[in-house]
């Protein structure tokens, strides 16, 4: 009997599928996600932010409610107010977007990774997949809670506002949707990038350090590209009071997909054309 | 089966793999050897589709590795044992390659118990010595029950017990008609795996044959003893061998063989005191293959230099 034939006469115990290749990405990248411990923490850390942030800084303008005069009383958005931990939770879950990829990269498991399934494209689906579902149950519930405290502090002034007010719902998702998408943002950013540090600073740079470089920007300059930054179209999103400085709330989600979507379709294209 | 045609890789100006052809035959433990730097791992990363070729091909079973939607049922490969996320359990690093390619869960504790990392299996990776590292490794590259398997160096960190195992691993995986691929750059742990030998220097194929025929490939040597040194080697060298002197009344004969030189002898009536065949050893062949290629050459420093 010649080599070849044994290795037909070998029984195969294991078939492969004929289908199910997204089905089997997805069942392998919760299992990666849950089981470091990366995850836990800085899904921790952004909601302990989210609502932390939240009731401190609502309890401060209560405290102090005796002080502020009839205008600002009358400003103030009691659901922002409530939601303003999600300028550090955002933080939290970018570092999660990025570690999600870079992880592989820096410990060498993204070549196993591609040896497993090498339709690369695949992978980084997958991977945005569970973490948007995982981020965003996350990070809404971790809004509600924020909101909830927050206006049962604020009723003490009888300045708080209820989930059925006009656009107060909205707000409350969009924060958890804002947070979601600055995380993919890391995803994106760390395909490209390959690096956890370069592309958390990247992100950094984009969320925190670019609003302020824009507003040296010479009038109307400084507003109009300052509307279309992250941070400026997330607080389009989760603010419920109208303002000129802002995009409407709609515009605010088309301005952040679309610069999600970009950095994603780059991150796919180095994905596919470099060398893992 | 694993076939590669003209297969090239260039990293800038630096030629990693130069126009390599080779097949790699189920039913036997293939070896895969060069000096360090002489595209091994780049050859298998051409394989599995982690590098695209700058020319040329390679397929498994007959199919790009890029084509394979569950490639883990084909192929199973192990290059760098420390690849891993150190933050997460034995199990769950399996577990989560296996869903990929819809592996049952099952098959996971199976390749645990078959590489005898069962009682670790939930320790993080980190924990792990670079021998069990390796273990976890071949357990990950036996999944799918593959028809090929390519290891990198997979002997590296292991300790004399885990060589054994790994040998008689590679042995019957090659038994029962699978494909085996192995790299390294130890010639003699080479000779006691393999075989069949594909070597290669500078990306280029230097041999590929079985490891018996590379023995004899070997530039045989005569030792020959004799009180008439002098008349003799002049005789030989007039019959086209290399002699050289080896110590007092023995001198080593290359490119005639044992018979002719006792011929010549006997007919000018030379007396031999010995005369004995040797053959080259693997790794000396293995050097003299290997010689031109070698990328990183090491000073030769004589004793009179360093006094100096």
Redesign the interface.
């Known amino acids: 009997m ?3 034939e ?5 029984e ?6 004929a289908r ?2 997204v ?3 997805l ?3 919760i ?2 996600l849950r ?4 995850t836990v923490w800085t899904l921790v850390v952004a909601v302990v932010a989210t609502v932390g942030i939240g009731a401190l800084i609502t309890t401060a303008r209560v405290s102090r409610w005796s002080e502020l005069s009839p205008r600002e009383r009358l400003s103030l958005d009691p659901t922002t107010i409530s939601l303003r931990g999600v300028f550090l939770a955002q933080l939290a879950l970018g570092v999660l977007g990025v570690l999600v990829i870079s ?2 990269y820096t ?3 993204i ?9 690369r494209p695949l992978v980084l689906f997958a991977k945005a997949v569970t973490f948007t579902v995982v981020a965003f149950v996350v990070a809404t519930a971790a809004c509600f809670a924020a909101f909830l405290i927050g206006q049962s502090i604020l009723s003490a002034k009888h300045a708080n506002v209820t989930l059925s007010d006009p656009g107060v719902l909205r707000a409350v998702v969009g924060a958890g949707t804002y947070l979601t998408l600055v995380g993919l943002l890391g995803l994106g950013l760390g395909t490209l990038l390959r690096r956890t540090a370069g592309a958390i600073a990247t992100l950094f740079g984009l969320v925190l350090v670019l609003p302020a470089l824009t507003e040296a920007l010479p009038s109307p300059w400084n507003t109009d590209v300052g509307k279309l930054l992250p941070i400026n179209a997330g607080r389009a999103l989760f603010a419920v009071r109208p303002s000129t400085d802002l995009l409407s709330p709609g515009q605010g989600l088309l301005t952040l997909v679309v610069t999600v979507g970009i950095v994603l379709a780059l991150a796919t294209l180095a994905l596919v054309r470099r ?2 | 089966m694993i076939e590669a045609r003209e297969l090239t890789k260039r990293y800038g100006a630096t030629v990693a793999v130069d126009g390599l052809s080779f097949d790699v035959k189920p039913g036997r433990v293939t070896g895969f050897l060069g000096p360090n730097g002489a595209g091994k791992t780049t050859t298998m990363r051409l394989v599995l589709g982690l590098d695209r070729p700058s020319a040329g091909s390679v397929t498994v079973a007959g199919k790009r590795y890029g084509d394979y939607r569950f490639p883990l049922y084909e192929v199973g490969a192990l290059l760098d044992a420390k690849a891993v996320h150190g933050g997460r359990r034995a199990r769950e690093h399996l577990l989560c390659l296996a869903q990929s390619n819809r592996i049952p869960r099952r098959r996971v504790d199976e390749v645990l118990e078959l590489v005898g990392l069962t009682d670790v299996a939930r320790r993080r990776v980190g924990t792990f010595s670079l021998g069990m590292s390796q273990r976890l490794g071949i357990a990950a590259a036996l999944l799918g029950d593959p028809e090929v398997l390519m290891f990198d160096e997979p002997v590296n960190g292991l300790d004399p017990e885990g060589i054994v195992w790994i040998r008689n691993l590679f042995r019957s995986l090659a038994d029962e008609g699978r494909t085996v691929f192995v790299s390294s750059h130890l010639m003699t742990e080479m000779a006691l795996t393999a075989d069949h030998l594909i070597v290669i220097g500078r990306g280029k194929l230097i041999a590929d044959e079985s490891i018996t025929d590379l023995l004899s490939r070997g530039s045989g040597r005569v030792r020959v003893a004799s009180p008439e040194l002098t008349r003799l080697g002049a005789l030989l060298a007039e019959h086209g061998g290399r002699v050289e002197a080896e110590a007092d009344g023995l001198i080593v004969v290359r490119d005639l063989a044992a018979p002719a030189i006792g011929e010549l002898a006997a007919r000018h009536g030379i007396v031999l005191h010995e005369l004995t065949p040797e053959h080259a050893s693997l790794e000396e062949t293995f050097f003299e293959l290997t010689d031109d290629s070698v990328e990183f050459h090491g000073e030769t420093v004589t004793a009179g230099e360093v006094v100096r």
């Open positions: 010649t080599a070849i044994a290795s037909d006469a070998r195969r115990r294991l078939q492969a599928p199910g290749a089905r089997g990405a069942a392998s990248e299992t990666k089981s470091v411990r990366s992880s592989e410990t060498g498991m070549r196993t990774t591609f040896g497993a399934v090498p339709r060398d893992a």
